[in-house]
C-alpha cells in the first residue's frame, strides 16, 4: 500500500504522522550515500558534528520560516510560487532553477557514485556504460508514474534506517571491544591518534560547511507536505519535531560514530579509487578484521544511490513542471501525458545527470567534490531566499494592519531567528571557497563560486524579459488573501481513524524519530 501519496503537482499525505515516510525519510536517508563519501579528511570528529550542529541550526530557522507561510499559502510549487507574490517573478524564476539545480547536481552525483560501485564489482565494464544501463532504466521507470516511485520509496527509506540502524550497533560493540577475536576495546582511540582535529583550522571548516549543505537540502520538503494534510497548523510542528530528532540520529550520530571507529588519516579514507573504499563506514569494518563487509557496504550505499536518484528525478522534474505551468520556464517542460506524467520535464532533469560522466576524465573523487559544490552553494541561495520570503510575508502582514495572532502557525523567535538564516546563508556562500584563493585553482573556484553571479543573472535576465510588468512587490501592495488557507479541523482530528490517548509509550517515540 502507498504510504504517502505524492502527486504530480504537490505532495500530500493520508495521514499527518505520515508526512514523512516519503519526504524526509527520501530526502534526508538517501544522503546516506553522500555522507559515505564525506570530506572527513579535511574536518573530522569535532569538527564535523560542530559543522552539523551549525547547519542543523540554519536548517530548523529555515523549516521555522518555511512552516509559517506555507500553511498559510500551501499552494502548489511551494516556496517558489511564494517568491513571486512576497518579492517578485524574476526572484521566484532565479529561486526555482538554483533548486532544480540542486537536484539535477545531487542525481548526477549518485549517478557517479552507483557507476563508481559497479566498477568495483565489475571493472571489465567502463563507467559509461554502467552510466547509460543506470540511466536507460531510471528514465523508464519514472515514466511509470507516482504509483510505482511512491511504493519504491518507501520501501528502500526502511531498507537505509535499518542499515544504518545496524551500523550504530556495531559502532557500539566495536568500541566496547565486544568483537569476536578483538583484543582490547576500541573506545575513544580515535579521537586521540590521529586526533579530533587534524589542523586544517577553519580552512578545513569552510570546505565542509558546502558538503554539510548538501546533506541537510531537501528538508524544506518535509514543511511542504505537511501544508497539504488535513490540518497544517498542527501537522507543520509535528513535521519540524520529527525533523529535529532525525537531525540528530542521522547526522549527529553519524558524525559520532564514524568519529568512534574510523581515523581521518586512513589510507582508503582519502586515497581509495571507489566511492566504497572512500566510506567510513567501510574502513571500520575492514579495521575491525572483515574485510569481506566492502561488499555488505557497497550493497548498502547501492540501495541508498538507488533511492535518491529515484528521488532527485521526481523532484527536479516537478519542479521544472511548476515553473513551466506557470510561465517561467519553456512551456514544453509543462506537457504532461494522460497519466499526468510530465514526460519533457523528466527527460531534461534526467539528461542534466549525465554531468556526472565527468569522471571518465577526472576521476570519480574529483567529480564527486564538483558536483557536490554545486548542489551545496544552490542549497545556501535556496535557503537564504525562504528566510527572505518569510521576512518580506511578516512586514506584508504588519503593514497591511494585520495580527500576528491570526497566523495558524508562527515561527519561533521571528525575526531574530529568521535574520540569523539569512545572514548565515549568505556568509556561507561567500566564504565557502576562499580556500581556492590561496594557492589560487581556476577550477575550484568557478565551481565554487559560478552559481553566485548566475542567480543574479537570471533575475536580471527575467526582469529584461518582462521589463516594467515585473515590479518588485511593496508590502502594501503584497496579495496576502488569494490562495490563502484556514484550518477546517480540530487537533483531535489530525490524523483520522486515529485517538492520541490510545498510542503506547513506544508508538509515540517511533512517531517522534
Known sequence: MLRGVVCDNLLTASHSHEVSQTTSQDKMRLRRSRFSRWRIHDTWHLKSKTNFLRLGIIAFSIMQSLGEVTTLYPGGGSFISLAERMVDKSFSVAVGWNYFLIWAAVLANEYNVICSIMTYWGPVVPLWGYFLIFWSVFMGFQLLGIEAFG???????????????????????????????????????????????????????????????????????????????????????????????????????????????????????????????????????????????????????????????????????????????????????????????????????????????????????????????????????????????????RRAWVAQGRSISELPYKALWYPGLSYVGLGACIFLALVQGWTTLSPFNAGNFVDAYILVPLFGIIYVAGKLYWRGSDPLKRSWTIDLDSGRRTDLDSKGSVNRGEVPGQKTFWQKLLHSI
Open 151 to 393: 511504493e519504491a520509496e518507501f520501501w528502500l527509506a526502511l531498507i537505509k534506517l535499518l542499515g544504518l540502524t545496524a551500523y550504530f550497533i556495531f559502532s557500539i560493540i566495536y568500541a566496547a571491544g565486544g568483537l569476536i577475536g578483538q583484543d582490547e576495546a576500541l573506545g575513544f582511540k580515535y579521537w586521540r591518534d590521529p586526533g579530533a582535529f587534524n589542523g586544517n583550522g577553519f580552512r578545513g571548516v569552510a570546505t565542509v560547511f558546502v558538503f554539510c549543505s548538501t546533506f541537510y537540502s531537501g528538508v524544506e520538503s518535509i514543511a511542504i507536505a505537511a501544508t497539504e494534510t488535513r490540518n497544517p497548523g498542527i501537522a507543520i510542528p509535528q513535521a519540524i519535531r520529527q525533523v529535529f530528532w532525525r537531525i540528530i540520529f542521522v547526522y549527529m550520530g553519524s558524525a559520532f560514530f564514524f568519529g568512534l571507529t574510523c581515523p581521518a588519516n586512513a589510507d582508503g579514507l582519502v586515497n581509495g579509487e571507489s566511492k566504497a573504499l572512500k566510506s567510513p563506514m567501510t574502513i571500520a569494518i575492514q579495521i575491525a578484521g572483515w574485510d569481506g563487509g566492502v561488499h555488505l557496504i557497497n550493497s548498502f550505499i547501492l540501495i541508498t544511490c538507488l533511492s535518491a536518484i529515484n528521488s532527485s528525478i521526481y523532484i527536479g522534474s516537478r519542479t521544472v513542471l511548476f515553473m513551466a505551468q506557470s510561465g517561467k520556464a519553456p512551456k514544453i517542460l509543462g506537457w504532461t501525458n494522460k497519466r499526468g506524467v510530465p514526460v519533457w520535464a523528466i527527460l531534461l532533469t534526467n539528461a542534466v545527470g549525465s554531468i556526472s560522466m565527468m569522471n571518465v576524465s577526472t576521476g570519480a573523487s574529483k567529480a564527486y567534490s564538483y558536483i557536490v559544490n554545486l548542489s551545496g552553494v544552490s542549497a545556501f541561495l535556496v535557503w537564504g531566499s525562504i528566510s527572505l520570503i518569510h521576512i518580506r510575508f
